[in-house]
């Protein structure tokens, strides 16, 4: 099982990578290939808007330091998510990656027909660390919930800690680690995702 980790904290060490390397521990103790990028290391730019993916090309015409992350998409079997909520949302390294993956749809994605590149039925897991209570915020879900989808990615499984302020806040939140270890195991079994996120009102 190959697994591609992207961490879109500027913390290192801290909540989410901290619940994120619980959830890659197990995965590999059961064997798993594990590539990790942490985004706020790369030098890139967010999508330039140019088209260049709708028009002639399969991929991002960006050459940067996200190049090799969008690429190595396409053989990962799991992708893992951390991100700590910033402001009601991701962080803005994550949207800027989020944005890069435009490149992942087709020119007739809008159509809802053939819309993505990458092979589907990919496993998502989105770890998220917010200093809020763990109920709010679930309108960012249903967002990437539903891009990721687009992408082609399965419904997602969610490692979620609310309450988290400081970065070692995590450290007497055991049960969020053990949760990210079940998630892992559920992930490993290949089950469905047992997190419900409501889909998001496109009309
Ligand atoms: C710029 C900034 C904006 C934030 N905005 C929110 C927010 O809107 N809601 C929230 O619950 N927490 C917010 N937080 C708190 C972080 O989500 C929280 O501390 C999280 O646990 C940090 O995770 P990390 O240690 O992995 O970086 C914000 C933190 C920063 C630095």
Redesign the pocket.
Known sequence: MKITAIFG???SK????TMAEAFLAECAAAGADITRWRLNELDYKGCSGCMGCKTGHEECVLRDGLTPVLRGLHSADVVVI?T?????DVTSQLKGFIDRGFSFLTPQWYKKKDMGRLKPGKELVFVV????AER??HDMLQRYSAIFTAFGFKPLHLVR??R????S??ASRPELLVLAREKARLVIAGAPSGDRIPEYNLD
């Not at 660390?129 to 809020?132: H, I, K, N, R, Y």
């Open positions: 904290s500027p913390v801290g909540n989410t990578e951390a700590p909520v910033y402001f009601f660390a917010q200093s809020g709010v915020f800690g609310g988290l302020r400081g970065p806040d995590i």
